[in-house]
């Protein structure tokens, strides 16, 4: 580069470059003069940038990082127009917070000044988008926030900044800057500087791990819970010989991502009740609620270890899961360290007798099971059409594909349930956030095949959620970016859990006897096919379930051959 100096407001992108960011999500506003002014003049002295992402709608960028860090393990950034840009992006924050998806967020900040200084206020706004404390609108979803003071800051506040969201535990931070701070010039030589900050990540250690072991060893009735996924590859491989090896049932309470084969013998389903009640120690892998106290209860005398990047999830002020003994550690390695251990373990003193009593009964439990998803599987072409059926169809036909030498990652919010669509692999599965911040799904998917373009990507989801999405910025960003997701909209005219939520409190109460729960119905439903065709989507809508498979296969081509996005509105009655 041959200028000595750059705009503040291109030097934070330049230096995002450095750090290794793709891509900036961003949407715009009269803030922005010096970071597109910035942009450009960085772009003129040849400077490299990550690519800026335009986007329609802060919930739908702030949804695509999320994604594109799922598919690539690396943070990107969002840049958001001031107070009212942020809070539209804070439920996307929440969501990567509570899911510990590391994100630079950034938004300017309304000139300080009425005169006489440049970037000082120049219409009206500038003083109706002033805040006391604009950070508070994110503050609690981030683990580092600040205010750009000086321009030459920026490098080494970018290094930082990034630095701790890569940190264990992961997580969001934020940046706010004001107009005339990036209006003001910054030295180029510390942009172009390798970074300067290494994240710290947290492996267990090595004596926790051996008293993990120890407990797990000597149970006789000992359970795995995960919920979060098990870390990565190797975690998810360690976990299913673990389990494998010592014949210990895995259940996944509400999971979020899969950490075992919906195909493998110990996975025993989502149910804590046939496990939880009888367990005398219990592994709980990464799980912020891994089963509900209110209707599952521990045995007396029965020992839990918690592991994972933050075992007491200590940014939620009531959690009050047992831990006798908490393991801070990113989740794969710990994973593969246990796994070691345990094996350690077994040479000395092989566990044959009781492994092989436990796995007998695990294996009725899962042929059960497996019973019930064959009927289904048999039926659902005959009955109104149910997600457990969408999930079905849609498990068949992703089956053993491999696009880009990946399976296919299906998403779900409120859509595909995770049992009927016999996953088998780690990364093949994303559920909302327990934060459920809804409208996440679509966009996630998006930043997901941003990242990973030859991977098939579907994002399935309720109704409700499909609109929460912003699905006009969403197919909008996505014919714009040539990002061909496959979104399959889960139907059932309304918000059924919330209806389920009114009947589980007040199973014979008023709202219980009318023809309808109230607020709960979305009547009419909108035509979503003619959503999607406004972005010129290939878009059918499915109401007879026999049809399903075939719609399915349409679709999939179009994604995949066409690389087109392609949309499926399918009518469900549950
Ligand atoms: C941003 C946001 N607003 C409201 C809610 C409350 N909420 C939880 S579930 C739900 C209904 C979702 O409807 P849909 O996606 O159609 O799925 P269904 O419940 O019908 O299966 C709502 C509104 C939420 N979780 N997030």
């Known amino acids: 580069m041959s200028a000595p100096s750059l705009t503040a407001g291109g030097a934070v992108l330049a230096r995002l470059a450095q750090l290794g960011v793709d891509l900036v999500f961003v949407n715009s506003g009269t803030d922005f003069p010096p970071i597109v002014e910035g942009l450009?003049?960085?772009?003129?002295?040849?400077?490299?940038?990550?690519?800026?992402?335009?986007?329609?709608?802060?919930?739908v960028a702030v949804g695509m990082a999320h994604g594109y860090y799922f598919a690539s393990g690396r943070p990107q950034a969002v840049m958001l127009h001031t107070n009212v840009g942020l809070s539209n992006g804070a439920t996307g924050a929440i969501n990567a917070a509570t899911d510990h998806v590391p994100m630079l967020l950034m938004s300017g900040r309304t000139p300080t000044v009425e005169q006489d200084r440049f970037g000082a206020r120049t219409v009206p706004i500038g003083w109706g988008q002033e805040m006391r404390d604009q950070t508070a609108l994110v503050r609690e979803a981030c683990k580092w926030d600040y205010?750009?003071?000086?321009?030459?800051?920026?490098?080494?506040?970018?290094?930082?900044?990034?630095?701790i969201a890569c940190s264990t535990p992961k997580g969001p931070v934020y940046l706010s800057l004001p107009r005339?701070?990036?209006c003001e010039p910054c030295p180029i030589e510390a942009i172009e500087q390798a970074p300067a900050m290494a994240p710290a990540s947290i492996v267990a250690s090595p004596a926790a791990i051996a008293d993990a072991a120890e407990l797990?060893?000597?149970?006789?009735?000992?359970?795995?819970?995960?919920?979060?996924?098990?870390?990565?590859?190797?975690?998810?491989?360690?976990?299913?010989?673990?389990?494998?090896?010592?014949?210990?049932?895995?259940?996944?309470?509400?999971?979020?991502?899969?950490?075992?084969?919906?195909?493998?013998?110990?996975?025993?389903?989502?149910?804590?009740?046939?496990?939880?009640?009888?367990?005398?120690?219990?592994?709980?892998?990464?799980?912020l609620a891994p089963w509900s106290p209110d209707v599952h209860r521990l045995a007396d005398g029965c020992r839990v270890i918690q592991l994972g990047p933050n075992p007491l999830y200590s940014r939620f002020p009531v959690r009050n899961f047992r831990s006798d003994l908490s393991i801070t550690t990113e989740v794969g390695p710990g994973?593969?360290?246990?796994?070691?251990?345990?094996?350690?373990?077994?040479?000395?003193?092989?566990?044959?007798?009781?492994?092989?009593e436990r796995r007998r009964r695990v294996a009725e439990a899962v042929d059960g099971r497996r019973r019930r998803l064959t009927l289904l599987a048999e039926g659902g072409a005959g009955e109104p059409m149910t997600k457990a059926w969408v999930a079905h169809c849609l498990g068949v036909a992703i089956r053993g594909r491999r696009d880009g030498g990946r399976a296919t990652t299906v998403l779900s919010e409120l859509g595909c349930p995770f049992d009927p669509l016999l996953l088998t692999e780690h990364g093949s599965w994303r559920q909302e956030p327990h934060s459920g911040g809804l409208g996440w799904s679509l966009p996630c998917a998006m930043g997901m095949k941003l990242a990973d373009p030859e991977r098939?990507?579907?994002?399935?989801?309720?109704?409700?959620?499909?609109?929460?999405a912003n699905p006009v910025a969403c197919h909008q960003a996505a014919e714009a970016n040539d990002i061909a997701v496959l979104t399959i909209v889960l139907n059932n005219?309304?918000?059924?859990?919330?209806?389920?939520?009114?009947?589980?409190?007040?199973?014979?109460?008023?709202?219980?006897?009318?023809?309808?729960?109230?607020?709960?119905?979305?009547?009419?439903?909108?035509?979503?096919?003619?959503?999607?065709?406004?972005?010129?989507?290939?878009?059918?809508?499915?109401?007879?379930p026999a049809a399903l498979p075939a719609a399915l296969e349409r679709a999939i081509r179009?994604?995949?051959i066409d690389r087109r996005q392609a949309l499926l509105d399918v009518r469900v009655v549950d």
């Not at 205010?147 to 630095?163: G, K, S, T």
């Open 40 to 59: 450009a003049e960085a772009d003129a002295h040849l400077v490299d940038l990550p690519r800026a992402v335009l986007v329609a709608h802060e919930h």
């Open 335 to 356: 994973l593969v360290a246990l796994e070691q251990a345990l094996l350690e373990r077994a040479a000395l003193d092989p566990p044959a007798g009781r492994v092989a």
């Open 558 to 560: 179009v994604v995949t």
């Open 147 to 163: 205010e750009l003071r000086f321009p030459e800051q920026v490098p080494q506040l970018l290094d930082r900044a990034l630095a």
């Open 493 to 544: 005219g309304g918000y059924r859990a919330v209806h389920h939520a009114v009947l589980g409190l007040y199973p014979s109460g008023y709202a219980s006897k009318g023809d309808a729960v109230p607020l709960t119905e979305l009547a009419p439903s909108p035509n979503f096919a003619m959503v999607a065709e406004a972005s010129r989507a290939y878009a059918e809508t499915v109401d007879d």
């Open 180 to 182: 005339e701070v990036l």
């Open 456 to 468: 098939l990507v579907v994002a399935t989801m309720g109704d409700g959620s499909y609109m929460f």
């Open 216 to 287: 797990l060893a000597g149970a006789e009735r000992p359970v795995i819970f995960a919920q979060r996924g098990a870390g990565d590859e190797r975690g998810f491989e360690a976990l299913a010989r673990l389990a494998d090896a010592w014949s210990i049932p895995v259940c996944q309470y509400w999971a979020v991502a899969t950490a075992i084969s919906a195909e493998h013998p110990m996975y025993v389903g989502q149910d804590p009740q046939p496990w939880l009640g009888e367990a005398d120690a219990i592994l709980v892998v990464d799980s």
